[in-house]
């Protein structure tokens, strides 16, 4: 059974600090990994997809690194503003349909 | 798109009671989700519908819960009676096939 683990559970830090969160899985067999942002009250929103052949994926300030021989996968996230703060789980498919998640990392970003 | 519209946003109510969530996935997808977020258990897949039929229910916690999927617009997610252990956070998710998932905003659930 896939397991996904994400350490620390929580970060604080300064406007203006690169933030690095943590997400590793147990089977190495994935074909992609998702990491999410969750606002409090609100939904999940897909941030960045992996596909198992990438080792990165960027979007703006956002960097998404895949090692499926170690089963990590790291999100950085440069220059962070308290706009940044929020929940970020990382999640790992199953099968075709069913993701597995990770209990995430919540972030607050002090001014 | 309006995204995936839940409804409705909070419900309380008293053990026994039944409640009945609602969905709206994104128009287009074929494949809705029900999830349940608790602080114990985090993200719990409950349901899967594909072009409107259930493909895996084996999350579905007990019989006191149910979902109906009667047209690609339109999904339901019933619990009767409800217990205060169903208490959490319940998503509703849409995609075009596949683990790229458009979440609603939720319904936050109490039961006392």
């Known amino acids: 059974k896939q397991e996904v683990t994400q350490i620390p559970a929580a970060l604080s830090v300064p406007e203006g600090e690169n933030l690095v969160l943590n997400c590793s899985f147990t089977?190495?067999?994935?074909?992609?990994l998702q990491w999410f942002r969750q606002d409090p009250g609100k939904g999940l929103t897909s941030l960045l997809l992996?596909?198992?052949?990438?080792r990165e994926q960027t979007s703006g300030r956002l960097n998404a690194s895949l090692d499926k021989s170690s089963g990590r996968s790291t999100l950085y996230i440069a220059a962070s503003q308290p706009g940044d703060s929020a929940t970020y789980l990382c999640a790992v498919p199953t099968n075709d349909y069913k993701l597995s998640f990770g209990a995430g990392t919540t972030v607050t970003v002090r001014a | 798109d309006a995204g995936v519209i839940q409804s409705p946003r909070h419900e309380v109510t008293e053990m026994g009671q039944e409640v009945t969530l609602r969905c709206k996935p994104i128009?287009?997808?074929?494949?809705l989700f029900w999830y349940r977020q608790t602080m114990m258990r985090g993200l719990e897949l409950l349901i899967y519908?594909?072009?409107?039929?259930?493909?895996?229910d084996s999350g579905m916690p007990e019989d006191r819960f149910s979902a109906k999927m009667p047209n690609a617009s339109f999904s339901t997610l019933k619990i009767q009676p409800s217990e205060p252990r169903d208490s959490a956070v319940y998503f509703c998710?849409?995609?075009?096939?596949?683990?790229?998932?458009?979440f609603g905003s939720g319904t936050q659930l109490s039961v006392l």
């Open positions: 128009s287009g997808h074929n494949s």
């Open positions: 519908f594909n072009n409107n039929v259930p493909i895996d």
């Open positions: 992996i596909q198992s052949s990438q």
């Open positions: 998710a849409s995609s075009l096939g596949g683990t790229v998932l458009f």
């Open positions: 089977d190495s067999a994935i074909y992609n």
